[in-house]
């Protein structure tokens, strides 16, 4: 099995390899990378990787940054301090969520997963990945509580054409074009609603894909969308976020 490790702390990358080199003497670490920078620079020329640890918090970001700048296939198990990105993992190829100190028999069960999800005769991602996505599903929202005055009131989140920030507040717009204030803000709201479903094109908008007439090309490599209802809000993809932009489109 071949391993890369991404972790910022020299002690905790050095423990983790003693630790998966305990557990099976097929495990090779090839690469130990400490920062997003690293990584984007190293994994486009890697091949044959069978496995990814990754810390979330690093030096230079969050690694969620990484799948948004390299096409990654590679499972991943997630390494950290924090437990509030679990679901944020589950958006991208986690194949598990391990809380530091890492406990060896969860290490070794992690491992044992990805063992029984990728044997040697067959290492397809798609399928196994969406399988994992579906046993997350039931962890995303399908309802939104908001107050009117002094009523409390619910949106289901599939009738949502999109959300966007304007200043400190957030709304959500139905797809009658009805304007609703949340309590929630963008941040929260990509962690809480269901990937397949909604994108966050750039700082102040979050898409349901229903939502989307047309995409034109822009300026500067970036995407225009235009959504139905109209949004006041702005509609560009950012640069950053287009490849992983298109990517959603095709799943």
């Given at each position: 099995?071949?391993?890369?490790?991404?972790e910022d702390e020299a002690p905790a990358a050095k423990r983790l390899t003693g630790m998966l080199q305990h557990i099976s003497a097929d495990i090779g670490v090839i690469a130990t990378l400490d920062s997003?920078?690293?990584?984007?620079?190293?994994?486009?020329?890697a091949t044959n990787i069978d496995l990814l640890f990754m810390d979330i918090?690093?030096?230079?970001?969050?690694?969620?940054?990484?799948?948004e700048q390299v096409k990654l296939n590679t499972p991943v198990i997630f390494t950290t301090a924090f437990d509030q990105y679990t679901l944020k993992a589950f958006k991208?190829?986690?194949?598990?969520?391990?809380l530091k100190p890492i406990d060896e028999t969860e290490l070794r069960k992690a491992v044992e997963k990805y063992r029984q999800?990728?044997?040697?005769?067959?290492?397809?991602l798609p399928g196994k990945m969406e399988k994992?996505?579906?046993?997350?599903g039931a962890a995303y929202k399908e309802r939104?509580?908001?107050?009117?005055?002094?009523?409390l009131h619910y949106l289901k989140t599939e009738a949502i054409a999109y959300y966007f920030a304007d200043g400190k507040l957030c709304y959500a717009i139905d797809f009658n074009g009805s304007r609703h204030l949340l309590e929630n803000n963008l941040s929260q709201l990509e962690d809480?609603?269901?990937?397949?479903?909604?994108?966050?094109?750039?700082?102040?908008l979050l898409v349901n894909i229903e939502s989307i007439r047309k995409i034109h090309t822009w300026f500067g490599g970036r995407l225009k969308l235009e959504l139905a209802p109209p949004s006041t809000a702005e509609t560009l993809v950012s640069r950053e976020r287009v490849n992983g932009f298109k990517e959603w489109l095709g799943r």
């Amino acid at each position: 099995m071949r391993v890369i490790i991404i972790e910022d702390e020299a002690p905790a990358a050095k423990r983790l390899t003693g630790m998966l080199q305990h557990i099976s003497a097929d495990i090779g670490v090839i690469a130990t990378l400490d920062s997003v920078e690293a990584a984007v620079h190293y994994l486009p020329a890697a091949t044959n990787i069978d496995l990814l640890f990754m810390d979330i918090q690093l030096a230079d970001g969050l690694s969620f940054s990484i799948f948004e700048q390299v096409k990654l296939n590679t499972p991943v198990i997630f390494t950290t301090a924090f437990d509030q990105y679990t679901l944020k993992a589950f958006k991208v190829n986690s194949l598990d969520y391990l809380l530091k100190p890492i406990d060896e028999t969860e290490l070794r069960k992690a491992v044992e997963k990805y063992r029984q999800l990728y044997p040697k005769t067959d290492k397809s991602l798609p399928g196994k990945m969406e399988k994992l996505a579906q046993e997350m599903g039931a962890a995303y929202k399908e309802r939104l509580l908001i107050k009117r005055g002094r009523q409390l009131h619910y949106l289901k989140t599939e009738a949502i054409a999109y959300y966007f920030a304007d200043g400190k507040l957030c709304y959500a717009i139905d797809f009658n074009g009805s304007r609703h204030l949340l309590e929630n803000n963008l941040s929260q709201l990509e962690d809480l609603l269901a990937p397949r479903q909604f994108y966050r094109v750039n700082r102040h908008l979050l898409v349901n894909i229903e939502s989307i007439r047309k995409i034109h090309t822009w300026f500067g490599g970036r995407l225009k969308l235009e959504l139905a209802p109209p949004s006041t809000a702005e509609t560009l993809v950012s640069r950053e976020r287009v490849n992983g932009f298109k990517e959603w489109l095709g799943r």
